[in-house]
């Protein structure tokens, strides 16, 4: 079957870092994403990696490990406005993005 | 880049009534157009995916003589709920990708339309 592990919460503090931890097992895979989801809002795309390694774009980071099939999104300089869902993504071999119910990140002053 | 737009937001209506929900990309042509839908504290749950031109793929258990999904053009797909009942309300949001391989597989979704029946 097609699964994902994501922590359900997490609670960290301003100006701190932190990691998202995603494990998946899907039917092929063809990639990872990592949206971010404010409540009441719809995901908004953060990163997407295919091959193994890490990506980083700003103060986000997203890294994937294929044969593990494991992948964290890390956070740095974490803001108020960080506060929100983050979901891991993997894309199967039908090319359908697999959700999980994501991880809800705290942010505590 | 990559905008998509809903509307409406917010939707009100007597149960038995139809609701339509266009999703629009505003920036790129979408080649494929996704409709999800989302309850309280739960995961987003795909409904359907349509390409344009083409019949919508509907995911196991949803019906398709209740949720019409129309994919027009490059930009444009709609969602018809009819003959909505208070068990339809939702969060309903939709997602397009854009031609590959510039825009990969990347989902960029539009901002979700709150559909409450009464």
């Known amino acids: 079957g097609q699964n994902i592990d994501q922590p359900t919460e997490m609670t960290a503090t301003e100006g701190a870092i932190v990691q998202i931890n995603c494990t998946y097992q899907t039917s092929g895979f063809n990639g990872l994403f990592w949206y971010q989801q404010h409540a009441g809002e719809a995901p908004t795309f953060l990163s997407y990696?295919?091959l193994d390694g890490l990506e980083e774009k700003g103060r986000f980071s997203s890294f994937l490990s294929r044969s593990k099939g494991y992948s964290y999104l890390l956070l740095k300089e974490l803001q108020m406005k960080d506060s929100a869902s983050y979901l891991c993504a993997p894309l199967d071999s039908n090319y359908q993005l697999i959700w999980g119910a994501g991880t809800k990140l705290i942010i505590k002053p | 880049g990559a905008v998509v737009s809903q509307h409406p937001s917010w939707v009100i209506c007597k149960s038995g009534t139809s609701v339509k929900i266009e999703c629009r990309s505003l920036d790129f042509q979408a080649t494929t157009m996704f409709w999800y839908r989302q309850f309280p504290k739960q995961s987003l749950m795909l409904m359907a995916t349509?390409?344009?031109?083409?019949?919508?793929?509907?995911e196991q258990g949803v019906e398709k003589d209740k949720f019409l999904i129309n994919h027009a053009s490059l930009t444009l797909s709609t969602l018809t709920v009819t003959s909505a009942h208070p068990e339809d309300s939702s969060f309903y949001i939709c997602?397009?990708?854009?031609?590959?391989?510039?825009?990969?597989?990347?989902?960029?979704f539009g901002p979700g339309t709150r559909l409450l029946v009464l």
């Open positions: 349509s390409n344009e031109g083409s019949k919508a793929t509907y």
């Open positions: 990696n295919v």
């Open positions: 997602s397009a990708r854009g031609e590959r391989p510039l825009f990969q597989e990347t989902q960029y």
